[in-house]
């Protein structure tokens, strides 16, 4: 097994997918913090590794990879001991690849990153309604995806429920999940909450990421 180095900053979603994958499958890794604020992210040696300047980035010896929907599915091919986690079965691979891209499409970039990179990086201080609202139709989205399993991609754990949690966390800061409307999403999220592996690889994080988030005194513009 080669040296594993995980790049990032913890309260990125993508990087918390990768930490909650890297502790499912109890690997040993080598952390590094990224600073997006503080621009490491740009930084010439940075981007020798991800030209894309985003995190997470993986390094497994002289192998480099970055982004969380490529990170996760390599860490359980090269080092799970069985295909729980990113099942080889065509039909079930299918359906967590669908899931994989949803979050990493309307999910992450089309809802979470359209909020944050405004807020974060270019100063903004107003959400316009039609962004929160769009929060409330991912949730839908999702609420009917679990149906009646208790995970996102079936009856087990998947890396899709790494990257969804990650980014619903992150959303709730926006919108709450109300329980009476999304019964099935507030219950899969206390189930993800049980693994003994969560809080340390996604919980501390996650208030990471919503004390950045309050720290900007943002307010809703209804349109």
Sequence with gaps: MGKLSIYGLEASPPTRACLLTLKALDLPFDWVKVNLMAGEHLLPEYLEKNPQHTVPVLEDGEVCIWDSHAIMPYLVGKYATTDALYPKDHHQRAIVDQRLHYDSGPMFIGT????????????????????????????????????????????????????????????????????????????????????????EANGVGAAHFESMIRSKNFTIEFN
């Design 112 to 199: 979470l990153l359209s909020l944050t990179k405004p807020l974060l990086f270019k100063g903004a201080t107003v959400i316009e309604q039609s962004k929160i609202d769009a929060i409330a139709d991912v949730y839908d989205v999702v609420e009917t995806l679990l149906g009646d399993n208790e995970y996102i991609a079936g009856t087990d754990l998947t890396i899709a429920d790494f990257s969804f949690v990650t980014t619903i966390c992150s959303l709730m800061v926006f919108l709450e999940a109300d329980s009476s409307k999304y019964p099935k999403i507030v219950a899969w999220l206390e189930r993800l909450r049980q693994l003994h592996y969560y809080e």
